[in-house]
């Protein structure tokens, strides 16, 4: 996991979460080269958290399982 601010971030095509609340508290996906990229969507210019797509599947496993108290 990398946590970059990179100004090429930006240009990714982020897709908010579909469970986002009526705040817009959430986080927002892009697909990257270099993996899965995650940022706060209330701080799109803020730091990028990049997961490897293999990380990311095992996490959407186990929160679909129950696994997190999300």
Known sequence: MQDMRHPQHRSHEWR????SNE????????DLVSGVGVR???DPDG???I????????LA??????FHDL
Do not use: W, Y
């Not at 908010?16 to 469970?19: D, E, L, M, P, Y």
């Not at 496993?61 to 129950?66: L, P, T, Y």
């Open 16 to 19: 908010k979460a579909t469970r």
């Open 40 to 42: 706060d969507s209330q």
């Open 51 to 58: 997961f490897v797509r293999s990380a990311m599947a095992d």
């Open 61 to 66: 496993v186990h929160i679909r399982n129950g």
């Open 23 to 30: 705040t817009g508290s959430c986080v927002e996906l892009a």
């Open 47 to 49: 730091p990028v958290l």
